[in-house]
């Protein structure tokens, strides 16, 4: 990668990213450059087979989803009978071509199309390409047609007053094709078909464009063809009386639901979760790809995202969703991504969000302390336990206890617990901004701005020491390779 912007290899993800976003400019410019249709157009090149017209047909409608110009058709490989021809075989690929060259025009009647000849010889050298360049200003005139252009739009007149328009293809010899054209003139499906002529339903390719998802679907998901009404779950309630008061509360119209449809509409954010990269900015695409990769969920997951930062993903089942909540840490870009369940009091205004889950350990924890409920207690000491390291629980590796926790990012984060009158240490997985001198997020101790104040004298260098030790250790663990244990 590093190559393909003429760096060297030791430059890493930061310097990339960096060129990345100085291209942003000319990215920019591009884009604007393929919608001016003054400036671009692409001209369509295709033979007259079906499958050329099935992916013509895809292309000019990725290209007008991109408000990209394109009204020029080349139809190339074109068979004119310019003498007898004796061969049946020949006979009947020429019947075939004028066959899908009728279908091009219907398709395509606003667009410019240009037929160019099939030759015996293969055109090659500078003087037989100009003298073949001209046949796209000049069309190519055969010197016997097979009918005139008023045939042709008689043609096409006749197949566009059918009501229902059906094309139906068969090759013989290898397979058998069967199209369906609706009268709208957008290809809607392909079902291709084994030599005996029985369908292969595998083998199904859907060309109606994508429909937009609403708002709602993004957020709640659309229904899976094995849950055809999943997505309407939340909505399968009735408002009864009293379920909804409408008022105007000092100028201001005023809406309340009933705590039965709270409890509906809470229903249907189940299996959702809150979602921020903490440290920098990630684009809505470049994270879902990430999210696919790191989870690998058993059925399609709908992100949404909302302000400052945050995402929210929903998930089709409970176990695809607690593998996000609970077997971090997810670093995405050397940085950590925060997973939070989605509550009621999520708000999205919040710079950062006061509330993560993150794992945390305990090293060089006593093994007699290594009791399920001694260890939630004392994880408890850092914040809510929400699950313990499955190695932990079984007491297979005593290097250190493992726990996923809820922390409060607002408040300082707790270092060192006094056990009995011991000091445990208490390393954080994964977050590169925890300041261990005043304890908070956001930065590191070289930055903190209670450096130099009265109140770091009062901690005393050893404690400042200690802190510096655990900082420069578990911080930024892809610097150091270390077994990971747990999920």
Known sequence: MTRLFGMDDEFGEDAILGRLEGMKDVIEQVNKQFKDPDMTTFVCVCIPEFLSLYETERLVQELAKFEIDTHNIIINQVIFDDEDVESKLLKARMKMQQKYIDQFYMLYDDFNITKLPLLPQEVTGVEALKSFSRHFLSPYQ????????????????MLKKLKSFKLKIRVHETSELEKSIEEELIPKKVR?????????????VDLTPEQTISWRDKLVGQPSKDCPNGSERGEAFDILEGDIQKSVVNGIPSIKFSNRIFHFLIQGMENTVILKLLGRNIGFSVLQNKLYILWRPSATIHTMDIKNGYFLVKFQNKADCEKALFEGPWIIFRQYLTVQPWTVSFDPTQAFPSVVMAWIRFPGLPSYLYNHKIITEIGGMVGKVIKLDTNTDNKARGRFARMAVYIDLDKPLVSQILINGWKQNVEYESLPTICFQCGRYGHVESSCSLRNTGSIEEKGATQQEKAMENQNTTMDISGKKEDNFGP
């Open 142 to 157: 055969p010197l016997c047609k097979r009918g005139t252009v008023e045939d042709l739009e008689r043609r096409i007149s």
């Open 192 to 204: 291709f078909r084994e030599g005996d002529g029985e369908p292969n339903n595998d083998m199904m």
